[in-house]
């Protein structure tokens, strides 16, 4: 189930007057290269089956409809594809509500259809990974049905119940339930169920070791069938205390960090990593929401046996949004050097074990260039190439979200009727009922939810952008008829055709995955700049994150470089100076006297 409240990701625009040049931080002694492995050095692309294409007019999303663009998936030189949910269920949560994890949604088609797609991507030489949402069911799986409908049933224990007799249990919040409740009362029984997320997706007990066994009987199930990879869902928060006592003072009401910490989630996983990953070559990462630095090497760590990798979220809930309510933006709440800081931060986390990701946007996000660049028509394109020089020189694993290879915006919707998402239609109703500013929940909404990141993908400039013959189940952004696949194929200048340039490059070059990462000039408010090297070579990357421009300088000892990408034809080297015009990135290959 999709969880980037948790997670979003991490970049923006950062505007004002141009600094003056300022001399670069000293380059530190390098540090041995991280171990090879295969996951390190791919780049994963997000597919969002429900938005991506549609090939039997249902307006929905659909597997088939995936077959089809498998060659134009190949065209980008990815290497593997994350799929978001295709299994069984009511879809209270777009699919992350699971009833049946061993059948494919009727809207999505059939397992024969999933295996073609499979087998597609694998003779093109793309690997698959899947989403495993196992922190939760569909309040409509067996399991759960079994589970209510009596206290001695044996699928009981399968879930987190608080029998009424022992009164009001104490309060844990829920992501998209409108009363913000994370209990659940059910007359069956005469108690009440746990859910961390929707009322229906209520929360597996891991305490119980046949739902373990359930879980990895799941896994087995879909690597056998050839699939190379999960990303997991919320796992973090599969660990409960189940004596569930009040929040520690120390959290502060921070419900996330607070899930993030069950008592036995490292024996979970590691068993996980003992009975089912350990016996396959296959990419795992976690969808790490609450999980602290410190905390990190313990999910990844290369002697861990736990996971490979985890997406961090440390800036989403603060970038661009109010502090202490992620719901609302705050165009004010973006600063370039904190940003710099924090990502310089979990990079070193992982310099010499475990391993990062880098993201920009993903289906919880609005879309990456209206966050974090600048979608107005005289910069979306610049801004999009430069985010994604951003991605694809960083040091982690990266992904790449669809649509946002063509500098897809956000479609800002201004009436709830057009939302298709939980958490925007729940709090929306939450505020009504509580008499809350609705035109201002709107607006912010317009800007940062996640139906931004949702919109069908824009194919062609035809009717419903090529997505579809039928009615789309959320609205196709009016921007199609100029950004749209087609167009970007025709303009050899386009972001699609810079993703791909930048792809070949990395794919080239193991500086780019395994090459150490050095910040520069961390207080410039408008460049953000880095050097990777390894084994006697260096690139220097600087990116512009203002609609002003920029400049920084060389790193000390350096006194030329060889532009190897640049989004912008002007050229930004004066001697051992950087001038760059708005949203300007480019990569050097740097040179010593």
């Keep these: 189930m999709s969880r980037t409240l948790l997670l979003l990701a991490l970049l923006a625009a950062c505007a004002g007057p141009a600094p003056p040049e300022r001399a670069a931080t000293p380059e530190p002694v390098q540090e041995a290269a991280p171990r090879r492995a295969w996951w390190k050095e791919v780049v994963v692309y997000q597919v969002y089956p429900r938005s991506f294409q549609d090939s039997d007019g249902d307006g929905i999303g659909d597997i088939r409809g995936i077959t089809t663009r498998l060659d134009y998936i190949k065209s980008l030189g990815v290497d593997v594809v994350w799929l978001n949910p295709v299994y ?344 009504e009922r509580e008499g809350g500013d609705l035109r201002e929940f709107l607006a912010g909404q317009a800007e940062i939810s996640r139906d931004n990141g949702r919109t069908p993908m824009q194919w062609t400039p035809d009717s419903n952008a090529g997505f579809t013959t039928g009615t789309p189940w959320i609205g196709v952004n009016p921007d199609h008829r100029t950004v749209n696949v087609a167009a970007a194929e025709a303009d050899t200048g386009s972001v699609l055709h810079y993703v791909r340039r930048l792809l070949r490059l990395r794919k080239a070059d193991p500086l780019l995955v395994y090459g150490k990462y050095h910040l520069l000039d961390p207080e410039n408010p408008q460049v953000y700049a880095y050097t990777r090297s390894l084994e006697g070579r260096t690139l220097m990357v600087a990116l512009s994150f203002s609609p002003a421009g920029g400049r920084t300088a060389l790193p000390p000892g350096y006194t030329s470089g060889r532009i190897l990408i640049n989004n912008l034809a002007a050229t930004p080297l004066r001697g051992t100076r950087l001038e760059l015009a708005p949203y300007q990135a480019v990569v050097l290959e740097l040179t010593r006297d």
């Design 88 to 431: 069984q269920s009511p879809n209270d949560d777009n699919g992350y509500d699971i009833s049946d994890y061993r059948a494919i949604m009727r809207e999505m088609g059939t397992m024969a259809e999933f295996d073609a797609m499979l087998e597609g991507l694998h003779r093109r030489g793309i690997k698959l990974i899947m989403d495993l949402v196992v922190n939760h069911t569909s309040d409509q799986h067996p399991w759960f049905r079994q589970s209510r409908s009596s206290r001695d049933n044996p699928y009981r224990d399968y879930y987190h119940w608080w029998p009424a007799e022992r009164g009001t249990p104490k309060h844990r919040w829920s992501f998209f339930d409108e009363e913000g409740s994370a209990w659940r009362y059910d007359s069956t029984t005469r108690a009440s169920y746990l859910h961390y997320f929707s009322r229906k997706q209520p929360d597996l007990k891991w305490e119980n070791p046949r739902v373990r066994r359930e879980v990895y009987e799941i896994m087995r199930f879909w690597f056998d069938k050839g699939v190379d990879g999960f990303r997991m869902d919320v796992i973090p928060f599969i660990s409960k205390d189940t004596t569930f006592p009040p929040l520690p003072a120390s959290y502060n009401g921070d419900y996330v960090a607070y899930y993030a910490k069950g008592p036995r989630l490292h024996e979970y996983l590691r068993e996980m990593n003992r009975e089912v990953l350990s016996r396959y070559d296959v990419m795992t990462v976690g969808e790490g929401g609450g999980v602290a630095v410190e905390d990190a090497l313990n999910l990844v760590g290369d002697d861990r046996h736990e996971l490979q990798t985890f997406f961090q979220f440390e800036l989403v809930d603060r970038w661009g949004r109010r502090p202490g309510n992620w719901l609302y933006p705050d165009s004010t709440n973006r600063s370039l050097p904190e940003l710099k800081r924090v990502f310089t931060k979990w990079d070193s986390v992982f310099a010499t074990s475990g391993w990062g990701t880098v993201f920009l946007g993903n289906h919880d996000q609005s879309r990456m260039v209206s966050r974090y660049g600048n979608d107005d028509p005289r910069y979306r394109a610049t801004a999009s190439k430069m985010l994604h020089t951003f991605l694809l020189t960083m040091r982690g694993t990266p992904y790449i979200y669809n649509g946002d290879e063509i500098g897809m915006a956000n479609i800002r919707f201004t009436d709830i009727g057009q939302y298709r998402d939980l958490m925007t239609i729940n709090y929306y109703h939450r505020l």
